[in-house]
């Protein structure tokens, strides 16, 4: 793969003195750190990085465990499912109760 020159590195550290920029961004690209992990940790390891990166609400755990992937309706490392139904039951009735007048006017007068 082709390294940036010098007068990419030279921009980069304007950047960072400007505005913060931090030239470990563009050092490497996310593709080839999944691949260092996947060599390093496996395969288990590549897709807990990459649901890390996909949901951005996980905690990435670099041991090969893809379990410890917590989401954010999961409470705690116990892997309890009980708060995800409670938020779909409440997502659900939080949709269609408020529609529930409406739904049942138009019903009613469809069917009359």
């Known amino acids: 793969m082709n390294q940036p020159g010098e007068a990419f590195w030279v921009l980069t550290q304007e950047l960072r003195e400007l ?20 060599e390093d940790r496996g395969i288990p390891a590549a897709y807990s990085l990459l649901d890390y990166r996909y949901r951005l609400s996980a905690t990435f755990h670099s041991d090969s465990d893809p379990d410890k992937v917590l989401g954010p309706h999961t409470s705690g490392g116990n892997g309890s499912r009980l708060p995800v139904l ?27």
């Open 86 to 112: 409670v938020a779909g039951v409440l997502g659900f009735m939080g949709y269609y109760l408020p529609r529930l007048p409406y739904v049942a006017w138009k019903a009613t007068r469809e069917w009359h």
């Open 19 to 38: 505005t913060g920029f931090e030239p470990a961004w563009v050092s490497s690209t996310p593709a080839e750190e999944t691949a260092a992990i996947m």
